[in-house]
T-cell receptor, first 114, second 113 residues
């Protein structure tokens, strides 16, 4: 079965370090997204991509970057981790050739910045 | 952007029908209404989607009035395993508009015996 996998599930890092969170999907979806989830804020969009070599900023993109070198992967990089980036991060994907295709989510990465 | 408003929380007993209403007064002509369910330590999961009138699948029903300014997710005979957070989204996920999908804080449904 097709799926979307995030790794690691849990990560603890120190302030100032660069961190990369992995997202891999086998749905062959062109659209991929990164969200963060914090208490009281729901899910907020960080970055998204509509295909290889395409990346776009979302609502809360400061301090984050993504790259899309193939269809399956959209890694999220925190250039210099800050305590405010402690959160749960979710990756999602959706079809690009069908109106209103649902989002398929991974099970998240819990990141703690100390 | 079509903003949505949902109750913060709801309580129900097992076996009852639960209706969660979402308000979306600024819904656009091309917008669909989509509901997701999220369990602790998991990503949201698609439940149901509709444009107008009524949609039913094996999990839930979605009722949308003619003016489309609100929608109601109906869960028949809930069980303890339906305890989760439910999100109502309004918008398009098609290329070019996916960034406009906004998740609110959702409705936390607690089901007890």
């Amino acid at each position: 079965d097709a799926e979307i996998t995030q790794s690691p599930r849990h990560k603890i890092t120190e302030t100032g370090r660069q961190v990369t969170l992995a997202c891999h999907q086998t749905w062959n979806h062109n659209n991929m997204f990164w969200y963060r989830q914090d208490l009281g804020h729901g899910l907020r969009l960080i970055h998204y991509s509509y295909g290889v070599q395409d990346t776009n900023k979302g609502e809360v993109s400061d301090g984050y970057s993504v790259s899309r070198s193939n269809t399956e992967d959209l890694p999220l990089t925190l250039e210099s981790a800050a305590s405010s980036q402690t959160s749960v991060y979710f990756c999602a994907s959706s079809e690009s050739n069908r109106d209103n295709s649902p989002l398929h989510f991974g099970n998240g990465t819990r990141l703690t910045v100390t | 952007l079509a903003k949505t408003t949902q109750p913060i929380s709801m309580d129900s007993y097992e076996g009852q029908e639960v209706n969660i209403t979402c308000s979306h007064n600024n819904i656009a002509t091309n917008d669909y209404i989509t509901w997701y369910q999220q369990f602790p330590s998991q990503g949201p999961r698609f439940i149901i989607q509709g444009y107008k009138t009524k949609v039913t699948n094996e999990v839930a029903s979605l009722f949308i009035p003619a003016d489309r300014k609100s929608s109601t997710l109906s869960l028949p005979r809930v069980s303890l395993s339906d305890t989760a957070v439910y999100y109502c989204l309004v918008g398009e996920s098609y290329t070019g508009t996916a960034s406009k999908l906004t998740f609110g804080t959702g409705t936390r449904l607690q089901v007890t015996l």
